[in-house]
């Protein structure tokens, strides 16, 4: 049986960090309201355009074809017309999308019998709505200070300009329409915080003539991001790849990533994922280390920009409005009006757990000794972080605390309901994720042999041993379930299990924190019908209190959560279990035009003969088109189960060679 999930109904190009949300002809919004709904260019977190509607000759143009490709969208349209009826204009619309906003061209041509002039109307206008205030998540914001003007320029371009207020801070942006042809222009009513235009061009076409028209709408902030260098930089990412990138599923993923390279908003010269569409297109800690970590083998170049960007924005101060602690690494960077405002606490925000142990983490998949000397100073405050602020001193695990003004939970389940007990029992005081202790004892392992090897701090070392294997004993002993076989989702602030059977288990896989016996029982728990649909592994196993298979974190599949277990389950030489994960992967992602969504729903094969979509679910996402490619990987790979992760997941590499006697304690097969 072959099926789709339903499309999205608003067709969406993106490129560079930027993004534009219309029709499937290339149009945003409409003429007769100032926005409509989520639809617009976006550029840095802000609407640049709302409206941006092309007529011809007062005629409804239809679409009759389009092509798509990584930033850019190609339409044929012609006039809307009955059965047997001709008209002789035939358009061809290309739209170009950049950093700094979007360029796009209309050629125009005459296919009829006698000269013609083609009458070209554009409506454009902007809002400039920050993205927090389109989401639909019933937040408000005081935008009584802000304030929008057009200016029309002497060579017949013009720009919208945007100012706003608050407190003592100031944010400003403008977008710059410009031509090739001159436009006639004619101001809209102003409408709130809208204000566009209408320009007009009266093209003469000789028979069989074709005029192209090219219009450009870019950003007039001085901090926008480079076009050119992070268009170049995108090009130097995309090097590299293997031969399994011939399979639809691999080649579909690696557009999907692609297109979300972009410039890192605090320094332009670095290329990082964005983690995803509509509302993350910026720098997030966890994800851009997850996504590097599992695309590693066909984007090797992308993790050594994204360690530079962390250790550029990596927590400098105490600051408890944006939870930020020295040596912390950031959970986002946003660079846009409400967050520079101060109105949301994302403009660096650092609520989260996990990323720093990542980042050590990460160090490992480094060979460039360059990089790794450029990194350990970042090294040495992160784990002076993870052993202070982070709690493995004093509570002998890396904790949070949930924090009421920004996000509750901060491993990546970090919806409000993601960490509760089987019987939904809330955990109290500081959390410990399961799957955090995994992260941390093998970024304690990696640094432990960086230290010996590239840092010349054998004492060191050998103190981030230890503390790596008494973090491991520790872990076996709060966290195990005897009655389950199975490690419990999380420890509270009171040295409770939170014991809920949770798909993070499958990370300790991925780490390797797992002695193989427990590996076993936790791979075969993964594939019992409760845990595993036929697609992927359910966040949460069905039966218990918050289980719903049309949850954001409490029983959907979120496809790289299944295959970072998929890939421990190689890592430990459980490479038919693995390949039967990767498998039911691959089957899910061709449901969805072989672009994996940030999620999808937990019904099992027999509730519903194709995976079902989670409506609100964002495509493409960064580590989901990263699972993509693991599961190309994982699913058609042969071996005798001693190959590791090494082979299947070249950015974790189990067999990395150890100095000054610090070997890796036997725990995944080893090749």
């Known amino acids: 049986m072959t099926a789709t999930a339903p499309p999205s109904a608003v067709s969406v190009l993106v490129a560079h960090g930027a993004m534009m949300r219309g029709g499937s002809d290339g149009s945003v919004g409409r003429a007769d309201t100032p926005a409509q709904g989520t639809e617009g260019l976006y550029v840095a977190d802000t609407r640049l355009l709302s409206r941006w509607i092309v007529e011809i000759n007062e005629s409804t143009f239809w679409d009759v074809g389009s092509v798509l490709e990584p930033g850019r969208r190609r339409t044929a349209l012609s006039p809307a017309a009955r059965r047997n009826q001709t008209h002789d204009l035939f358009v061809l619309r290309t739209q170009d999308l950049a950093a700094d906003g979007l360029t ?65 801070r100031t ?19 102003v409408d709130g915080r809208f204000v566009g235009a209408v320009l007009s061009w009266d093209l003469p076409l000789a028979v069989g003539e074709t005029r192209a028209l090219t219009v450009a709408a870019l950003s007039t902030r001085e901090s926008r991001p480079c076009a050119s260098a992070g268009a170049g930089l995108v090009a130097r990412a995309a090097t590299g790849g293997s031969a399994e990138q011939t399979e639809p599923l691999a080649r579909q993923s690696l557009l999907d990533l692609d297109s979300l ?93 996990d990323a720093t142990p990542l980042f050590l983490m990460a160090l490992g998949s480094v060979e460039d000794p360059g990089l790794l000397r450029e990194l350990e100073e970042p090294a040495r405050a992160a784990v002076d972080w993870i052993l202070g602020h982070g709690g493995l001193w004093d509570t002998g695990f890396v904790r949070y605390t949930p924090d009421r003004n920004g996000l509750l939970h901060q491993g990546w389940k970090d919806s409000f309901d993601a960490v509760a007990g089987a019987d939904g029992r809330e955990p109290v005081g500081a959390i410990a994720l399961a799957e955090v202790q995994g992260y941390t004892w093998r970024g304690l392992r990696e640094c432990a042999r960086l230290a010996a090897g590239q840092w010349g701090d054998p004492e060191w070392a050998e103190a981030l041993h230890a503390l790596a294997d008494a973090l491991k004993t520790r872990f076996r002993k709060e966290f195990w379930m005897e009655h389950h076989g199975f490690p419990a989702l999380a420890v509270d602030g009171e040295g409770r299990q939170v014991d809920a059977l949770a798909s993070n288990a499958g990370h300790l896989l991925w780490t390797g924190i797992l002695d193989s016996d427990d590996a076993r029982t936790v791979t075969t728990r993964l594939l019992r019908d409760d845990f595993f649909t036929g697609w992927g592994i359910r966040t949460l196993a069905a039966g218990q209190h918050y289980y719903h298979p049309m949850s954001y974190h409490n029983g959907s599949v979120w496809p790289h959560d299944t295959m970072l277990a998929a890939e421990g389950m190689a890592a430990y030489g459980f490479l038919d279990e693995a390949r039967k994960v990767a498998g039911a992967m691959r089957e899910a992602a061709a449901h ?33 088109a990263a699972a993509g490619l693991a599961a190309v990987r994982l699913a058609g790979r042969a071996g005798d189960g001693r190959t590791g992760l090494q082979q299947a997941h070249a950015a974790i590499a189990w067999n990395s060679p150890t100095a000054a006697g610090l070997a890796m304690e036997a725990g995944p097969a080893s090749g």
Not at 171 to 189: C, D, H, K, S, Y
Not at 296 to 306: I, Q, S
Request: hydrophobic share 40%.
């Open 171 to 189: 944010f400003t942006a403008g977008v710059q329409l410009t031509a090739n042809i001159v436009p006639e222009i004619r101001r809209e009513r």
């Open 261 to 353: 390279l972009m410039p890192c908003p605090v320094d332009p010269a670095l290329t990082i994922p964005a983690a995803g569409l509509p509302w993350f297109l910026t720098l997030f800690g966890r994800d851009s280390l997850l996504t590097s970590l599992l695309a590693g083998t066909e984007r090797p170049g992308m993790l050594g920009d994204v360690l530079r960007a962390l250790a550029a924005t990596q927590g400098a101060v105490e600051n408890a409005g944006r939870v930020e602690q020295p040596g912390k690494i950031v959970h986002e960077v946003r660079i846009s009006e409400l967050a520079q405002l101060g109105a949301v606490p994302y403009g660096r925000y650092y609520g989260t757990v």
């Open 592 to 624: 969805f035009g072989n672009t994996l969504p940030e999620l999808f729903a937990g019904f099992s094969r027999t509730d519903f003969p194709v995976p079902v979509q989670y409506h609100h679910a964002g495509s493409p996402q960064a580590w989901a």
């Open 104 to 168: 796009e061209t209309l050629s125009i041509r005459n296919l009829g019998r006698e000269p013609m002039t083609a009458r070209l109307v554009l409506r454009a206008g902007t809002d400039f709505a920050d993205q927090f205030t389109v989401r639909t998540d019933g937040r408000n914001f005081d935008l009584s200070g802000a304030a929008t003007s057009l200016t029309v320029l002497d060579e017949g371009s013009l720009t919208f300009d945007y100012t706003h207020t608050l407190g003592e």
